[in-house]
């Protein structure tokens, strides 16, 4: 009998989820089923983050765990990880069978087909990346997908993996990225998001650029709200901006990774803008679009970050007052050019300024959530929330989680007019009105 069952498990950011999806798509076409109970499954699949050393620590030590229940079991390592250290995982963790990078998941899914035995490393890109359709996995009366619009990356921040996991940029088509946007809306899809490393950057491969693909998406009357993530600010270019006075149908969000408030470390960084630059766009964003949402990445404890340099990314995140900010410590990451800088920031010290941007933050979300409570919006509801019974979640025009309390039925999928009541630190409640 084909051993057939596999769980699948997946770290990392929106582009690894995706990507899961994806692959979910593959293996079921050639007859294989996800199983949510690992013992049941032939293959357990782990799809790997190596953006830090610790979402590469919970990968492994996750499947590690798995292994005295080998019997019978082939364990999969996929993604960033196995990219980024190839066939020196099989020296590390005898008990890994196969490995693929995240540009290989056709050649995955036949060499599961066969699988009999053996160490297997697949590392060759399959020719058919982006030469023909693959849309995620799409649950029943689910109605949001990404769309991925560019793979890789080529911008080479001095901390950053994925130029080295993920390869050089590459544009999908606009008639690949169609014809998927038409599957997903037979599939019942209503809310897309575009994803890439730095959608800015797509199309310049190809001859085609972002601002008209956003148009032409926006043009499909099935699709009601759509996203994009995420932007680089040496990208970012005026036709963009204007479009979010243009489009009514695209959220008013923008995540722009600030990543340090000091343009000492932003050079180190090779991040190409300056704090000037940055606020620039900031100001112009908001002028465009007054109650837009903007979400950013920091990085502390970078190579040479003073406590000067930090105050300065203190300063900076106080004044622009991000809706949303996630904050990391900085980890350094083989093959990148900062891996070369001595990581001199203490650990410790790293762990303040963490914490110290973290409860900044959570004043400024709090905040700018509250300053929400009386408007009235054309919310997007989503799904039932598991939160509370009778709870729908959905997402304002700015892209925030809101949160609605209602006795009416069958509402997912639809626009609807909601008054924000209250504003939490992560979420916001609304009743329909
Ligand atoms: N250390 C810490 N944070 C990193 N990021 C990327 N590489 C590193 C690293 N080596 C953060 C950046 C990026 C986000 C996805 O992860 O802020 O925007
Ligand atoms: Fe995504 Fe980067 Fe992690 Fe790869 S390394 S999964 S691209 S966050």
Redesign the pocket.
Known sequence: MMRNRYYIKTYG?QMNFYDSERLKTLLNKEGFSEVKDLETADFIIVNTCS???HAEDRAISFLESLKSSKNKKVFCLVGCTPSLYKEEIFERFDFIDIICGPNSYKKFVNTLKEYSGGKIGLFEEDEILYQETLVPYIEKGKITSFVSITKGCENF?S????PYTRGKLISKPINIIIEEIKILIDKGVKEIFLIGQNVNEYGKDIGENFIDLLIRIHDFDEILRIGFL?SHPKDISDDLINLFKKLPKLYKHLHL?L?SGSDKILKLMNRKYTIDQYLKIIEKVKKVSPNISITS???VG?PYEEDVDFEKTYKVIEEIKFDDL?V??????PK?V?NEYPDNVLKEEKERRHQLILNLQEKISLMRNMKMVGEIDNVFIRKKSIKKEGTYIGRTFNNKPVLIETDIKDIEGKVLKVKIIKGERHYLWGEII
């Open positions: 950011c953006v830090r050393k921040c901390y950053c993996v994925v995420t990774p990543q990445d920091v990085i970078f996630y990391f410590k900085y980890s350094p990451r990148t900062a």
